[in-house]
């Protein structure tokens, strides 16, 4: 590769909120979105909330002339609505669907129909090896109660983890896509930790669009005013996050968000804002080595989001056990309850006996379902805090020795960065 060697990279990411039958002027609005993309001409579109596939090979077939590659990441029931369009040919692809991704009985919130996952395409840039990303965590729906905060870090403990085992032979890595996380809850914190992957709306130096960078505003007339009642900017919880390996430096030039509106007219593609970003890479032989030394505080940092995530993870496993105990119940009370009507019956002491058979046979049916439900929910908990807790053990053991806690892909960036300022 050329000493000089520089990239320029056109990155647009969207949640699309493409319910059939519910989102608000669907169709129009992945009319709208072809065309913008058609004229911006992004070198990577990475969607999210594509529920329908119609509308997928709709936009495949709209854009086929500028993005000759696309793919759509099936999973679940609904599907996971993500997908890509890529003006390179996609070399690689593949998916990991997240083990735990809400209760099938919140029929309401949907989530687990979906199958949340995370989808990774490969491409090849003159030489260099691009990672790409794109993934969609469990919503929110009550930051004051949140029942799915043990699954949504777990979420993004499996994101980190999968990035970690899938970008050891890439140059650069990118993640894009609606976290459902602010930038400093507990699952944003363990992602960027364990990935070193950086923030573009805090690294750009010409950024335009919405207050703070907010992908969920008042002004956009699809968003729930009562939701946002207690952010009254907005909240950001779409990114564009990325970082460099051993050799390459990768800087955010520019990124835009829409505000509310779409792009050259009034109504808005979604109630979402879109994120563009334009991303420079260039080769850097200042960064032969990833390694880079870490401060007091950068550890202790580490340590502490490593520990705060293994204490809710023990709290959400906590309560699916309890849940998966307390449905074991139910189902032997049920057993109990349907042997005694079955004497009844057999005996002919109780002709109404026969008629409410039914009653233990739906409890256990239920019951039983719950309890293999939670019981895969507390072992997906228990997976996921046994990983972190190793981890945790690890970083410990690094700093009693006074050695670099390395508990995934080093920061090689941050070594540029550390460069630069000497």
């Known amino acids: 590769m050329k000493p000089n060697f520089s990239l320029r990279l056109r990155v647009f990411n969207l949640n699309c909120w493409g319910i ?10 992945m009319k709208r979105l072809g065309d913008f993309l058609n004229t911006e001409g992004f070198d990577l579109a990475l969607l999210e909330e594509v529920w329908s596939e119609q509308d997928f090979q709709y936009l495949r077939q709209k854009l086929s002339p500028t993005y000759p590659a696309a793919h759509y990441f099936r999973s679940g029931i609904i599907g996971s609505g993500l997908c890509v369009f890529s003006k390179h040919p996609i070399q690689e692809l593949t998916q990991h669907v997240y083990t735990l ?11 687990w129909f979906c199958g949340k996952a995370v989808g990774l395409l490969v491409l090849h840039l003159s030489g260099l090896v691009l990672n790409a990303y794109v993934t969609h965590l469990h919503a929110e729906y009550n930051r004051r109660k949140d029942i799915y905060l043990a699954h949504r870090v777990a979420q993004a403990w499996e994101l980190a983890q999968f990035i970690h085992h899938t970008s050891k032979k890439a140059d650069v890595v990118l993640l894009c896509g609606d976290l459902n996380m602010h930038p400093e809850d507990l699952g944003s914190c363990l992602l960027k930790e364990m990935t070193g992957l950086h923030d573009a709306y805090l690294e750009t130096r010409d950024f335009k669009g919405s207050e703070d960078g907010n992908t969920m505003v008042s002004k956009n007339c699809y968003v729930s005013q009562r ?3 207690p952010f009254l900017s907005g909240i950001r919880i779409d990114y564009v996050l990325y970082k460099a390996v051993s050799g390459f430096y990768i800087s955010c030039k520019t990124l835009e968000t829409t505000s509310g509106h779409a792009p050259h007219s009034g109504s808005p593609l979604s109630d979402h804002e879109a994120l563009m970003a334009t991303l420079c890479v260039r080769h850097s032989p200042l960064l032969q080595s990833s390694s880079f030394a870490q401060g007091p505080a950068e550890k202790s940092l580490l340590l502490s989001v490593l520990t705060e995530a293994r204490m809710e993870l023990g709290q959400g496993l906590a309560h699916a056990r309890w849940w998966a105990t307390f449905a074991g119940s139910v189902v032997g009370l049920g057993l109990l309850l349907l042997a005694v009507l079955c004497i009844l019956v057999a005996g002919g002491g109780a002709r109404e006996a026969s008629a409410l058979l039914w009653l233990p046979v739906g409890l256990v049916l239920g019951a039983g379902a719950a309890y293999i439900f939670h ?3 507390a ?9 972190l807790q190793h981890v945790l053990g690890r970083a410990k053991e690094y700093q009693d020795l006074g050695a670099e806690p390395q508990p995934a892909l080093l920061r090689g960036q941050q070594a540029w960065d550390r460069a630069e300022e000497q």
């Open 375 to 377: 019981t895969q929910e």
């Open 101 to 111: 991704n809400g209760y099938p009985y919140m029929v309401h919130h949907g989530d």
């Open 20 to 29: 059939p039958y519910v989102s608000k002027n669907r169709a129009d609005r």
């Open 227 to 229: 939701e946002l009642e």
């Open 379 to 387: 072992n997906g908990l228990s997976r996921a805090q046994a990983e």
